[in-house]
């Protein structure tokens, strides 16, 4: 029981990541459903609703004679649809560029930097990293899962020197799901529960000071 109590306290605080979560979910509420109330707004003018009309296809042919009378106005329509385009715009860049603090997720202001990365397309990728000696570890968000979009987990990546003798040793004690190789480094990866974070951190650290005290000795 105090093994676990101790675990616990190295995993980030659950109230502030819950807070993290839920105004995560507000803003993506509220800008989603502002730009699908412009989108219905601009398609209702569009749609008979007299309640005498007898079918769909006297409603079909409503709504054409109503186009060739010339009360359609596609400039409007064209507008009200461009209006909508912003809010939803808005909801892509909190999906994409969203992070959390660091005090939400537990990590200490003193030993992460707050630091963006330039990828593909030249987007900027948002995250945080921590340096260890020759080795870094970087926090990014994940797209590419619901959980990761949901906010529930996140990238947790080791960046070790390509020629660190003991990448296998520290890729298999991180449970590691995917390495990836450039010229300059080995790209050790997983996806991470976003509250164990701060416990991930503190077990790289270990494993990395313990390989790095065995390659001096």
Do not use: C
């Amino acid at each position: 029981m105090k093994f676990q109590g101790e675990i616990d306290m190295l995993r980030g605080p659950i109230a502030n990541i819950r807070l993290t979560q839920l105004s995560y979910g507000i803003l993506i509420a509220i800008f989603l459903t502002g730009s699908m109330l412009l989108i219905v707004n601009s398609i209702n003018p569009l749609i008979p609703t007299d309640p005498g009309l007898s079918g769909p296809t006297q409603r079909e042919e409503i709504f054409f004679d109503t186009l060739k009378a010339g009360s359609f106005n596609p400039a409007l329509f064209i507008t009200n649809i461009l209006w909508a385009l912003v809010p939803l715009t808005i909801t892509l860049f909190i999906i994409a560029f969203y992070l959390p603090t660091m005090s939400s997720l537990g990590l200490s202001t003193e030993l992460v930097q707050k630091k963006d990365k330039v990828k593909r397309f030249y987007l900027p990728a948002r995250g945080y990293t921590l340096t260890i000696d020759s080795a870094h570890i970087r926090v990014t968000r994940k797209l590419s899962s619901v959980k990761g979009l949901m906010l529930r987990e996140m990238n947790f990546i080791v960046y070790l020197p390509s020629d660190y003798p003991d990448k296998k040793r520290v890729f298999d004690f991180l449970v590691g799901e995917k390495i990836k190789y450039t010229e300059t480094h080995v790209l050790l990866q997983k996806s991470v529960s976003i509250r164990n974070i701060p416990l991930l951190i503190v077990r790289t650290r270990a494993i990395l000071r313990i390989s790095n005290t065995t390659q001096n000795s």
